[in-house]
């Protein structure tokens, strides 16, 4: 099975632009999460997505949203891009928002905001 | 709400030596797992502990779960070049649907 695929894998921004990003995750996983990763606060849970609905939001402001489509695929979007928001955006993915079942990444999408 | 903090932040050994990784939770998990992330790479999961006191073992990987289930470690046993990484511990609080990931330690093996 191909792992989880995001893109872009790297992009630049600069302040005020908006940016999406885009992941496909396993074949067979229903249930996709999307993570920021920066070098000072770790890995942030932004939100989860399930048979097209948020299951889950993670306490960024109204600027990050995203979407899942009937195939599985997700989308995150960050509108008025902030130096702040520079950071590897990570996609996970698994069969079932289950408590037990383990993450699987993409490899990111590393933005920079200038 | 749920904070889930890792010490050391960064931890230098030489090859050969152990190493461990503290997890604590300000809340009781229902679970708690590990990942690790290459330089440069993504986090890949290692494993997954449920029970109260659990310990599981992955060659010279050593996973404990605490008694009150608020705190986990990872203890690796003669360190190798092939460990370097940052290792996370992830727990869900009991109820809870969000898996909150710790802070992460910075592993360097000086060969």
């Known amino acids: 099975k191909a792992g989880v695929t995001q893109t872009p894998r790297y992009l630049i921004k600069t302040r005020g632009q908006q940016v999406t990003l885009s992941c496909s995750p396993i074949?067979?996983?229903?249930?996709v999460s999307w993570y920021q990763q920066t070098p000072g606060q770790g890995l942030q849970f932004l939100f989860e997505?399930?048979?097209?609905?948020?299951?889950n939001k993670g306490n960024f402001p109204g600027r990050f949203s995203g979407r899942q489509f009937s195939n599985s695929r997700s989308e995150m979007n960050v509108s008025t891009l902030e130096l702040g928001d520079s950071a590897l955006y990570l996609c996970?993915?698994?069969?079932?928002?289950?408590?037990?079942?383990?993450?699987?990444f993409g490899e990111g999408s590393r933005l920079t905001v200038l | 709400g749920q904070q889930v903090m890792q010490i050391p932040q960064y931890q230098h050994v030489q090859e050969g030596e152990d190493f461990t990784t503290y997890c604590n939770s300000s809340?009781?998990?229902?679970?708690i797992q590990w990942y690790k992330q290459r330089p440069g790479g993504h986090p890949v999961f290692l494993i997954q502990?449920?029970?109260?006191?659990e310990v599981k073992k992955q060659k010279r990987l050593t996973f404990q779960f605490g008694e009150a289930k608020k705190n986990s470690s990872l203890h690796i046993t003669a360190t190798q070049t092939t460990d370097v990484g940052t290792y996370f511990c992830?727990?869900?609080?009991?109820?809870?649907?969000?898996?909150?990931f710790g802070t992460g330690t910075r592993l360097t093996v000086i060969p």
């Open positions: 996970a993915s698994r069969e079932q928002p289950t408590d037990t079942g383990e993450l699987f």
């Open positions: 992830a727990g869900r609080s009991t109820g809870a649907n969000n898996l909150f």
């Open positions: 809340t009781t998990l229902s679970n």
């Open positions: 074949s067979g996983h229903r249930s």
């Open positions: 997505y399930f048979s097209e609905t948020q299951r």
């Open positions: 502990l449920v029970k109260s006191g």
